[in-house]
């Protein structure tokens, strides 16, 4: 941590450290905050708001209503969303996922799912493509575990479809240059060419439905914020190419099990639950790694009260695992006032994540039979 | 000229300047001399030796007893050159081609000649995808034009393989730094990111065969020597994916026709003749722009002589024109001792030029009707 307020923190794709403050990140980046008016302006569309919205978890945007713009004179969005496929997917991944599930059901839009293995096999020094194409494989499961509908989903993993998407990256790459990414994220001169290159790949899908509809065709793209400078740039070049820019819309991390600092890393089974993890592993991660926003003894706890706001166990219940509002509502009242001790807390947790991975487990050993419906190859 | 020495001539793949000294540029390069012995083995091979190995126009290799040694242990090379595609091809360009016509002819081995429509696409502003690929498939008609054999010729435009093509350059990339192209091509960091990543792209053709038959193909590739630097490049980084080297044996420029200093620029029409210039255009290029190696007056060159070592049409008829070594042996004798005057000199390759280029373009028009036979796609 060398500079203050720089880099007390620091958010790029491939990189989280620090307690992120959200505030901040959305002005340094220069992203809106969803506000009031803008949930009831979803909320016209879609009925009701995901819990998602509700709590905050998604929280920033660029053209939302650009977006909703759009759709009302009738020239609909489709949403984009991906992956730098990993051996596992860990529950942290799933958060973006189930939310654009939902808004692919209330908006009934196509979705395009990038798989980008390429950027992987590249970015990490130790992986064949072998490697990361098993992975993407494995990965697609999770993304059709999840329900989404076959006729408006596309998974595209990217060596797959290389002559559709190298095409169309050559002139967005001839509009990007190497002080350009450099500066974006961070690379210096050792960084390999295929790397540099692999920006211009990742705009694509932003722009398939357009190229294949020959007329300008809105993007949506809901991620975690840490992807956000693949997309800036993305917003940067498009429209020099007469492409619309790409919209927005980004969540916050799930926290890592050892507490609120930095992102859930899918390499660290200590910080993570990863949607292969069999109940009793469930079961010894949580007891032994999740940071508790309790106190000290039991006798402290039940006289002050302990902490939502760090408790690892209540945020996941609150960003992914209950959906119910008045559940949760008692869950942080009892928390915060000492009835309900952190043992318990971390039971209810237990419990509750067990029966969602057991049921995703289900799905996406179904889901492997389903792959032809959902995977395009050039 | 900043420099002494270094900068006297610059000779890169979009640039050469200059007077350049061959023997300097092999010592730069760190390429062989094509030697007496060399020449021996080849022609053990190949019964004769083709006139642009005897003039030495084929000058320097890399690895050619390699190419040669594999050869005879039964293990035989395939050839691949390529071009960046151009809207109208010159004379100059064909000079390699018609050598590798001749080496597949003589060892019948497979040629892949690339067309890289991507990568004039990236370096050149103004031209879109849609031009270089009208130049690619122009430039395929020549080449066919020369008579390659079907059978065992494919010419590939990269942006029709890129399935292909990407998937095996992902792990080339890899490999390859940005500090390394930028040090190899001179470029700054304005360069873009296509650019940047493109080289990866030119080493394809050399692994296509052993990717394509599991095994080790040894790769020839006949070039003019600015290329040097992209195969210098794939020299490095190739057998640390565990193929060979590829070899090369190149040659060294045809003079444009303002004189022997710098390459034949596709762009500038005063310096070069194109395969598609009429007869009376060829005549006047000619007779205006050709260097003359003879005096300032006929009096004065009776009696002294021309030079025939910087004479352009000497040249192009030494180079590419004349096959005969008699008639070329009669041409130079007759120049410098001054019973030839510039001017016959010149008609006599308005002539050979008319006569090859009439031919040329018959064939190419018939090459129209059978790219199908030649082009591959993914």
Known sequence: MTKENENDFIVTPWEVHGKVDYNKLMERFGTEPIDEALLERIKKHTGELHYMLRRGTFF???DMNFILNELERGNKFH????RGPSEDIHIGHLVPWVFTKWLQDKFDV????QLTDDEKFLFEEKLSKEDTYSFAIENACDVIALGFDPKNTEIIIDTDNAQTFYNIALPIAKKITYSTVKASFGFDNSI???????TSIQAVPAVLESVRQGKNVPCLIPHAIDQDPHFRLARDVLPRLGYYKPASIQCSFLPALGGPEGKMS???PTQTVYVTDDPKTVEKKINKY??????VSVAEHRKKGGDPAVDV????????????????????????????????LKAILIDKLNVFLENHREKREKARDRLDEFLIKD
């Open 60 to 62: 920033t945007h660029r």
């Open 79 to 82: 949403l984009y969303t991906g």
């Open 110 to 113: 196509k979705f395009i799912f």
């Open 192 to 198: 390999n060419i295929g790397s540099v290159f692999y």
């Open 266 to 268: 899918a390499s660290d």
């Open 290 to 295: 999740a940071f508790s926003g309790g106190q």
């Open 313 to 344: 166990s209540y945020q996941w219940l609150k960003i992914l695992l209950e959906e119910d509002d008045k559940k949760l509502k008692t869950l942080e009242e009892d928390y915060r006032n000492g009835d309900l001790l952190t043992g318990e």
